[in-house]
């Protein structure tokens, strides 16, 4: 079930973050992304457990996918497919996504490419020196959310 994210959620949320990425988001910036106007944070929950979860800013017509992560038992099911899916249909009247993302990370890549993101440029050191970040936008006609709606 996708609902919103609490503050209970927090420690459960690190876990995976803390083992998803090498830079992780702290503590303080999640409490931060319960709090703010203009962001859905949701969390995958599957009984009880914390699947997976999402960030997702917007404002006016655009917005931006800043993080996602699936726990690693949970992990190639589609969740971070559903949580995008669900954040995108929710925001209708958002004309256009973006997102940065690892360029090595390859699974992550092909979900944006599989949901209609294309890439349009590189940021050298973005995730620290030498791990480049892609810079991918899909407009909301080319999105291709269907399978998880």
């Known amino acids: 079930m996708i609902r919103n ?3 209970e959620d927090i420690d459960r949320i690190l876990v995976i973050e803390n083992t998803s990425f090498p830079r992780p988001w702290s503590r303080k910036s999640f409490e931060t992304e319960l709090f703010k106007d203009n962001c859905d944070f949701l969390v995958y929950d599957i009984d009880g457990s914390i699947a997976g979860y999402i960030v997702f800013w917007y404002i006016l017509d655009e917005a931006e996918l800043a993080v996602v992560a699936v726990a690693d038992g949970f992990r190639r099911q589609g969740i971070a497919g559903r949580l995008l899916t669900y954040c995108v249909e ?3 009247n958002i004309n256009v996504i973006y997102l940065e993302v690892e360029k090595t990370n390859s699974s992550a890549v092909k979900l944006y490419e599989k949901k209609g993101f294309r890439t349009n440029g590189e940021i050298k050191d973005y995730y620290g ?3 480049h970040a892609l810079r991918m936008s899909c407009l909301r006609k080319d999105y291709r959310g269907d399978e998880y709606a």
Do not use: L, P
Request: proline share 0%; hydrophobic share 10%; no cysteine.
């Open 129 to 131: 020196e030498g791990r």
């Open 90 to 92: 929710k925001n209708k």
């Open 5 to 7: 994210a609490e503050h």
